[in-house]
T-cell receptor, first 113, second 114 residues
């Protein structure tokens, strides 16, 4: 089946620990996006990538890092510098012919212990 | 500053009711407006609107855009409990780099009671 997968579904982080959230797509999409969703705050863009080996900061990039070594994969690392990481993280991708339409993965819920 | 405002923020209705969700925007160089439905997890795409006055329809859902008054509405007729979700509106501006970044509203949380 074609689609976007995110893992894990739930992730627990200890203080001072870096964690990496996985996002994989087999839709052959060039562009990929990471969002953070908090209750009552809508979707906020963390990082995005329009092509392999290139990515740009979004509106709330501090405390996060990404890589885009393969077209299919866009992992997000939540570093210890992110002071309030508890949130729902959504990955999305967009094809070249799909204009603005972004397609989302099922999300990862990150909780800080 | 570009912004998208959705109203109401939450809504509770009974099955069979008709609901209208609103999305207004102030965005420089508007390109398109998108509606998504979010249940427990991933937002799923509903409609993309680019032209004023042309209704997009899918089953009991329909949407229309007014580029003069800068808003869109999403109508749901004969609501069912399965329509309970957060409905998200996003606007795509024309911007340098063609990065297709979206400006998101906060969403409308709809609860349909049996």
């Amino acid at each position: 089946d074609g689609g976007i997968t995110q893992s894990p579904k739930y992730l627990f982080r200890k203080e001072g620990q870096n964690v990496t959230l996985s996002c994989e797509q087999n839709l052959n999409h060039d562009a990929m996006y990471w969002y953070r969703q908090d209750p009552g705050q809508g979707l906020r863009l963390i990082y995005y990538s329009q092509i392999v080996n290139d990515f740009q900061k979004g509106d709330i990039a501090e405390g996060y890092s990404v890589s885009r070594e393969k077209k299919e994969s866009f992992p997000l690392t939540v570093t210890s510098a992110q002071k309030n990481p508890t949130a729902f993280y959504l990955c999305a991708s967009r094809g070249a012919g799909a204009k603005e339409t972004q397609y989302f993965g099922p999300g990862t819920r990150l909780l800080v212990l | 500053e570009d912004k998208v405002v959705q109203s109401p923020l939450s809504l509770v209705v009974h099955e069979g009711d008709t609901v209208t969700l609103n999305c207004s925007y102030e965005v420089t160089n508007f390109r398109s407006l998108l509606w998504y439905k979010q249940e427990k997890k991933a937002p799923t795409f509903l409609f993309m609107l680019t032209s004023s006055g042309i209704e997009k329809k899918s089953g009991r859902l329909s949407s229309i855009l007014d580029k003069k008054e800068l808003f869109s509405i999403l109508n749901i007729t004969a609501t069912q409990t399965g329509d309970s979700a957060i409905y998200l509106c996003a606007v795509a501006p024309i911007n340098a780099g063609n990065n297709r970044k979206l400006i998101w509203g906060l969403g409308t949380s709809l609860a349909v009671n049996p």
